[in-house]
């Protein structure tokens, strides 16, 4: 039977990067989970909402690709978005197989509450760091982001 434990020249995952990386988008999420919560939106609800206010009527396919998501699961969230009233689906007038979604009113009058949300998020999440700091911060998560992204090619 083989052993469970780990040998002590094996590294284990929490001195990892990668680790570290897990922890602070665990509590990130929740922390956005908590402030968009009390705006009655899910995490994600957001992005797909962004999408929409900046780029208008936007097929299923084209908001999957600019959230960074499978069609399908654009599918399935805009749902509730529908039920909220924060979203419509309809027809696209030159061609019947696509449909479009846009952000309504509703959802437009939101916008500066999300934008207010994120922006404390943002102020929350960067508290403890200088200008220069947050400066690195964003490079070297571009430069995370798009490692991890030619990885998954």
Same mark, same amino acid.
């Given at each position: 039977?083989?052993?469970?434990?780990?040998?002590?020249? +094996?590294?284990?995952? &929490?001195?990892?990067?990668?680790?570290?990386?897990? &922890?602070?988008?665990?509590?990130?999420?929740?922390?956005?989970?908590?402030?968009?919560?009390?705006?009655?939106?899910?995490?994600? &609800?957001?992005?797909?909402?962004?999408?929409?206010?900046?780029?208008?009527?936007?097929? &299923?396919?084209?908001?999957?690709?600019?959230?960074g998501v499978r069609k399908a699961t654009v599918?399935?969230?805009?749902?509730?978005? +529908?039920?909220?009233?924060?979203?419509?689906?309809? $027809?696209?007038?030159?061609?019947?197989?696509?449909?479009?979604?846009?952000?309504?009113?509703?959802?437009?009058?939101? $916008?500066?509450?999300?934008?207010?949300?994120?922006?404390?998020?943002?102020?929350?999440?960067?508290?403890?760091?200088?200008?220069?700091?947050?400066?690195?911060?964003?490079?070297?998560? +571009?430069?995370?982001?798009?490692?991890?992204? +030619?990885?998954? $090619?």
């Open positions: 039977m083989a052993s469970t434990r780990r040998r002590r020249d +094996e590294p284990g995952i &929490q001195g990892t990067s990668s680790y570290r990386i897990a &922890q602070v988008a665990r509590a990130h999420r929740k922390r956005a989970s908590d402030l968009l919560g009390e705006l009655g939106l899910h995490v994600g &609800q957001e992005m797909v909402l962004e999408a929409l206010w900046s780029g208008g009527a936007l097929s &299923q396919t084209e908001l999957a690709d600019r959230v599918t399935v969230g805009l749902r509730s978005l +529908e039920r909220a009233g924060l979203v419509e689906r309809r $027809r696209d007038p030159h061609d019947d197989r696509i449909v479009r979604v846009r952000a309504t009113r509703k959802a437009s009058a939101l $916008r500066p509450r999300v934008y207010r949300a994120w922006q404390r998020l943002d102020h929350e999440t960067l508290a403890g760091l200088s200008a220069e700091e947050r400066a690195a911060l964003d490079r070297l998560l +571009e430069v995370v982001g798009r490692s991890l992204n +030619e990885g998954a $090619r």
